[in-house]
């Protein structure tokens, strides 16, 4: 019952079975966490057919992690979901910006609506892709 009300499609990103030959798809809870993360990686109006589909996390790229920026984040993020995921609720997101410099970790927390079941999805989002690790130097010794 709950597969059928949380119904199915093509895997995302796509990907062929090679034992058939055919897209392999994804059902019921995992096609719901697909979903949120297609949302979350689709530009606004980048479809041309649903200009109101995806988010607009991206245009957030290069921006301060200040508290105003993060509370904007993650109300717009609950909001998309909210609205362009029917078979969700209770949506909860929570943002860790200090655990890595240039990156904004997103903890969504939600519940199934047919079955009930409350489920999460940590989504990294890379604010400056320019930043690397500082590697060690080696320092060495000349006798």
Do not use: C, H
């Amino acid at each position: 019952m709950a597969q059928g009300f949380l119904g199915g499609g093509m895997k995302f990103p796509p990907q062929i079975d090679p034992a058939t030959g055919r897209f392999r798809t994804a059902w019921g809870e995992e096609s719901v966490k697909e979903s949120i993360y297609l949302i979350l990686m689709t530009q606004k109006t980048e479809r041309w057919v649903r200009p109101e589909f995806g988010s607009s996390l991206m245009s957030y790229t290069f921006m301060d992690t200040g508290t105003t920026m993060l509370n904007m984040v993650s109300r717009e993020i609950a909001s998309d979901l909210m609205t362009q995921e029917p078979r969700i609720s209770d949506v909860e997101i929570r943002l860790d910006a200090a655990s890595r410099p240039g990156t904004l970790i997103i903890y969504i927390g939600y519940t199934i609506r047919e079955t009930n079941v409350r489920d999460n999805l940590v989504f990294p989002f890379y604010l400056d892709t320019s930043w690397e690790e500082p590697e060690e130097k080696i320092m060495e010794i000349e006798e």
